[in-house]
């Protein structure tokens, strides 16, 4: 058996709180940009962040139970929150194309009734504009690199 990733301190680093403090923090700041910087989300935003409470319930069930086992689903629901986070980033920059759903798409119409009723059911914010970015990097492909990250770093110190 392989000896435990040791940080600086000597303790070993515990994969279950890591996954909680990765998916805890980017839930914090996705509710951050939300509610103080204006900055609605759009249905993928609302997916990845599905993906982030399912890492951190499962990574607090693995710290309640004391259990490494546990751990493992909360490192792959970071994954999958990663994973969406490329989806999302790959929509934004127009790699491939929007979900349905997530695009604000009118079809010809044969009325202005039909028009409008459209619009009106086409969502408020794009899956694929950018709202904010960071070293030409968006929220979602930030999302992505840390989600992948942190599921690396934890999957690393769980094998050992």
Do not use: Y
């Not at 982030?52 to 970071?78: F, Y």
């Not at 409008?116 to 086409?122: D, E, F, I, N, W």
Request: net charge positive; hydrophobic share 55%; glycine share 10%.
């Amino acid at each position: 058996m392989h000896a435990p990733v040791k940080r600086p301190s000597g303790h070993a680093i515990n994969p279950a709180a890591l996954v909680l403090l990765v998916s805890g923090s980017l839930l914090i700041g996705a509710l951050g940009f939300q509610h103080l910087g204006g900055f609605a989300p759009c249905p993928m935003c609302h997916w990845q962040r599905w993906a982030h409470v399912a890492a951190a319930a499962l990574a607090t069930v693995a710290l309640v139970a004391r259990s490494r086992v546990l751990a493992l689903p909360a490192i792959c629901a970071l994954a999958v929150a990663g994973a969406m986070g490329l989806w999302h980033a790959g929509v934004e920059q127009g790699w491939w194309p929007s979900p349905v759903g997530c695009a604000a798409t009118v079809a010809p119409a044969a009325s202005g009734a039909e028009f409008l009723g459209q619009l009106m059911q086409a969502p408020l914010v794009r899956c694929d504009q950018i709202p904010w970015s960071f070293l030409g990097i968006s929220m979602a492909g930030w999302n992505a690199i840390l989600s992948f990250g942190g599921s690396l770093v934890a999957a690393l110190s769980w094998r050992r």
